[in-house]
């Protein structure tokens, strides 16, 4: 079945790039995203990029897709402290479904 | 800013017991969803809903859950008989397209069966 993989942890500092890595198995996948999630809150999309890309950039946030490989990656530039929350992978696998397949999220703790 | 809106943020009850959650989503969003974290572990998709029906549902959603949108605007999760593994943090979202729009989330109402 469809699954989405992630790290757990990732610690940097401040003003550092972080990089948070997933990996997903539903290659019909036509739209991945990423979500962060700050303590005590819910869900907030930060970003998403069509299958048929390589790479979408949006201001300090990088996304880069390798559907060979399945791999999907959100680069953070100059990281700050109130980019600490864990951040989810997401696929909404195709055929008609609405459910939205989440990984397992990457709490990223930013060290000052 | 149009948000989506649970309550209770948090409720405390008894195994075996009835629970509802609420959720009030976003005016013009067309599809409805349930979302389960279980502490430590995935987010985890519970139920779909659109044009006042089920649309999609995981093997957790089992005869205990039931989904309701009983006046238009609000849409309800309600457990029959909570055990212990159901504790976890409960997501309302809701979205205006079925696979090309983003989730809007809400703040969860978390839910502890003692």
């Known amino acids: 079945g469809e699954d989405v993989e992630q790290s757990l942890f990732l610690s940097v500092r401040e003003g550092d790039s972080s990089v948070i890595n997933c990996t997903y198995t539903?290659?019909?996948?036509?739209?991945l995203y990423w979500y962060k999630q700050e303590p005590g809150a819910g869900l907030q999309l930060l970003t998403y990029?069509?299958?048929?890309?390589d790479m979408k950039q949006d201001q300090r946030l990088t996304v880069l897709l390798n559907k060979k490989d399945k791999h999907l990656s959100l680069r953070i530039a100059d990281t700050q402290t109130g980019d600490s929350a864990i951040y989810f992978c997401?696929?909404?696998?195709?055929?008609?479904?609405?459910?939205?397949?989440f990984g397992t999220g990457t709490r990223l703790k930013v060290l000052a | 800013e149009p948000e989506v809106t649970q309550t209770p943020s948090h409720q405390v009850t008894q195994m075996g017991q009835e629970v509802i959650l609420r959720c009030v989503p976003i005016?013009?969003?067309?599809?409805f969803y349930w979302y389960r974290q279980i502490l430590g572990q995935k987010v985890e998709f519970l139920v779909s809903?659109?044009?006042?029906?089920?649309?999609?549902k995981s093997e957790i959603f089992d005869d205990q859950f039931s989904v309701e949108r009983p006046d238009g605007s609000n849409f309800t999760l309600k457990i029959r008989s909570t055990k212990l593994e159901d504790s976890a943090m409960y997501f309302c979202?809701?979205?205006?397209?079925?696979?090309?729009?983003?989730?809007?989330f809400g703040e969860g109402s978390r839910l502890t069966v003692l």
């Open positions: 979202a809701s979205s205006r397209d079925s696979n090309t729009g983003e989730l809007f």
């Open positions: 539903d290659s019909s996948s036509t739209y």
């Open positions: 990029i069509f299958s048929n890309m």
């Open positions: 997401a696929e909404i696998p195709t055929s008609g479904t609405y459910k939205y397949i």
């Open positions: 005016s013009n969003h067309l599809y």
């Open positions: 809903f659109y044009n006042n029906e089920i649309s999609e």
